[in-house]
């Protein structure tokens, strides 16, 4: 099963070590696909670029870029979708987990101030609804598991929209179950205490060093 990174530039080694950590949890891995902005020297040889590039604002851009991997022939038929702010710290274990503090995206953005965010999670949550889904919020710091084959009829069907939506809600409302398991509640990472990480880390670029020296322990 490949890996994918949706990649926009940084100036830390958060793709690297993110990258290392995937290889070392998930052994198993195939190719690991990098769409977007060239990768760092330190990881061009483990990966395969893409280079793209978009004047959109940030989500659209990712949802573009998902949109163009999936229709790529090379990739595998199921991968994990991967960001380069997202480590693993234990074997990879496929799950599909929806947010258990804010469940619906309806709830993502209660009292939330006005950004792009907020306005790309208003928009699924519209889409979702005006094509009969549920509002399920995935929207999690976690890999997760994308079919190509469902990915590819989930983006079919943006063609005319701005893309600015958020894919993990997109396609697991689309298709809420990996191989018959079904969706379970979980708390998100971005930014947990050392002593509460268990499977997945997830870091901001400005607090990526704090936890540099665990993360090197974990190799």
């Known amino acids: 099963m490949d890996a994918v990174y949706l990649y926009k530039h940084t100036n830390s080694d958060e793709l690297l070590y993110s ?19 060239k990768p760092p ?15 959109l604002g940030k989500f659209a851009d ?4 998902f949109s163009l991997m ?4 090379m990739l595998s038929d199921q991968f994990i979708l991967m960001m380069d702010d997202v480590y693993l710290t234990a074997p990879f274990n496929p799950q ?37 889904m549920s509002d399920t919020n995935y929207e999690l710091h976690i890999p997760v ?5 469902k990915a ?9 929209t701005d893309f600015d939506l958020q894919i993990k809600s997109l396609y697991f409302n689309f298709y809420p179950s990996l191989d018959g398991l079904g969706a379970i509640p979980y708390d998100d990472v971005k930014n ?4 509460d990480i268990t499977a997945y880390l997830s870091t901001s670029n400005v607090k990526f060093y704090k936890y540099k020296q665990y993360l090197e322990g974990l190799l």
């Open 145 to 149: 598991v994308i079919e190509k084959q």
């Open 96 to 132: 599909i987990c929806y947010d258990k503090k804010y469940p619906t995206l309806k709830d993502k953005i209660v009292g939330r101030a006005n950004d792009p965010y907020k306005t790309s999670i208003m928009k699924t949550g519209r889409y979702l609804t005006e094509n009969d």
């Open 192 to 195: 947990i205490k050392i002593e």
């Open 152 to 160: 590819l009829y989930v983006t079919n069907n943006i063609v005319d």
């Open 41 to 55: 020297a330190a990881v061009a040889a483990e990966v395969i670029h893409v280079l793209h590039r978009s004047k």
């Open 62 to 65: 990712q949802m573009l870029k």
């Open 70 to 73: 999936v229709r790529n022939p």
């Open 19 to 37: 990258i290392r950590l995937l290889k070392k949890f998930y052994p198993s891995v195939g190719q690991i696909w990098v769409i977007g902005d």
